[in-house]
């Protein structure tokens, strides 16, 4: 790509979000941190500071807590992240989940990277979220029209254009939300093709549709983060359908088979109808923000 320049980790800050993590995320942070020069994290666990994150701040001098206690979501703490960036002269905003980690090879291809993207027009650059087996040599990126948070590299001079996160959508949407702004106004959302991340996306779940018959495995997430998936989908679909109208039928299809998984084969399936119900009725009644107490 044109306007190649020179980066190192001086150059680059993160953030990682927490919601009662478990102590294998601080392998995970260890996967990155050399590529960075601050980390900051939010913990999102509604309850006094959790005992991982005293000992990420003891071990680490370039982690930073910016708040804890409360869930105050995740566009939220990417916000405060990109704020904290933009005051310290970062560039780039490394997004991370608690459960995704890098290879230590894929890592410094990715990173590596950086030095070839032109920084005038690349809003995010991602890795793959599919392992491949024979992934080497330089990063090869596509552009897209939107990428998941995890693991992308946000060029924090260009939130001045995009503007930041949607904190009316709280958590679930808020990326997709964010890159398809990026598309309309003419920048590049660009993932590799051939450099992934590791990543976990719900909870593998066995459920069966009839009396143990039927019997089906696949990723589930739980009742109240289906209400934000289907909520926030449908904003999604209103909001962009004419500027990404093939986008907008994939993603309605793709909550379709989320939801239908859920009430044919979860074991809670009249509490995914209800809160699938409430979802509806509040994106109908124009109600955003954190209103099932997740």
Same mark, same amino acid.
């Given at each position: 790509?044109?306007?190649?320049?020179?980066?190192?980790?001086?150059?680059? @800050?993160?953030?990682?979000?927490?919601?009662?993590?478990?102590?294998?995320?601080?392998?995970?942070?260890?996967?990155?941190?050399?590529?960075?020069?601050?980390?900051?994290?939010?913990?999102?666990?509604?309850?006094?500071?959790?005992?991982?994150?005293?000992?990420?701040?003891?071990?680490?001098?370039?982690?930073?807590?910016?708040?804890?206690?409360?869930?105050?979501?995740?566009?939220?703490?990417? /916000?405060?992240?990109?704020?904290?960036?933009?005051?310290?002269?970062?560039?780039?905003?490394?997004?991370?989940?608690?459960?995704?980690?890098?290879?230590?090879?894929?890592?410094?291809?990715?990173?590596?990277?950086?030095?070839?993207?032109?920084?005038?027009?690349?809003?995010?650059?991602?890795?793959?979220?599919?392992?491949?087996?024979?992934?080497?040599?330089? @990063?090869?990126?596509?552009?897209?029209?939107?990428?998941?948070?995890?693991?992308?590299?946000?060029?924090?001079?260009?939130?001045?254009?995009?503007?930041?996160?949607?904190?009316?959508?709280?958590?679930?949407?808020?990326?997709?939300?964010?890159?398809?702004?990026? /598309?309309?106004?003419?920048?590049?959302?660009?993932?590799?093709?051939?450099?992934?991340?590791?990543?976990?996306?719900?909870?593998?779940?066995?459920?069966?549709?009839?009396?143990?018959?039927?019997?089906?495995?696949?990723?589930?997430?739980?009742?109240?983060?289906?209400?934000?998936?289907?909520? /926030?989908?449908?904003?999604?679909?209103?909001?962009?359908?004419?500027?990404?109208?093939?986008?907008?039928?994939?993603?309605?299809?793709?909550?379709?088979?989320?939801?239908?998984?859920?009430?044919?084969?979860?074991?809670?399936?009249?509490?995914?109808?209800?809160?699938?119900?409430?979802? @509806?009725?509040?994106?109908?009644?124009?109600?955003?923000? /954190?209103?099932?107490?997740?």
């Amino acid at each position: 790509m044109p306007g190649a320049n020179r980066l190192n980790n001086r150059t680059i @800050c993160g953030i990682i979000t927490l919601y009662a993590p478990p102590i294998s995320c601080v392998d995970n942070i260890e996967t990155y941190l050399s590529y960075i020069e601050r980390l900051y994290i939010v913990d999102n666990t509604p309850s006094p500071r959790h005992p991982i994150t005293p000992e990420l701040l003891r071990k680490y001098p370039n982690i930073e807590l910016l708040s804890c206690g409360q869930n105050i979501g995740i566009a939220a703490a990417l /916000n405060l992240a990109i704020n904290k960036g933009l005051e310290n002269n970062y560039s780039w905003l490394l997004t991370m989940d608690q459960d995704s980690y890098f290879d230590a090879d894929q890592a410094k291809r990715y990173f590596e990277s950086l030095a070839v993207i032109d920084e005038s027009r690349v809003a995010i650059l991602s890795p793959s979220h599919e392992n491949r087996p024979n992934a080497s040599g330089a @990063c090869v990126y596509e552009k897209k029209d939107e990428v998941m948070t995890s693991g992308n590299l946000l060029n924090l001079s260009l939130t001045r254009k995009t503007g930041v996160f949607n904190e009316a959508l709280f958590i679930d949407s808020v990326d997709h939300d964010y890159c398809l702004r990026a /598309n309309l106004l003419g920048l590049d959302v660009v993932q590799a093709v051939n450099c992934f991340i590791c990543h976990t996306v719900g909870q593998e779940y066995s459920g069966s549709f009839f009396f143990g018959l039927k019997r089906k495995t696949f990723h589930i997430h739980s009742p109240k983060r289906m209400y934000f998936i289907v909520r /926030n989908g449908l904003y999604i679909s209103k909001t962009y359908r004419h500027a990404f109208p093939v986008y907008t039928k994939y993603l309605q299809k793709h909550i379709h088979s989320k939801i239908s998984k859920c009430i044919r084969y979860s074991d809670q399936r009249w509490l995914y109808i209800r809160f699938v119900l409430q979802a @509806c009725f509040d994106y109908l009644f124009n109600r955003y923000g /954190n209103r099932v107490g997740i």
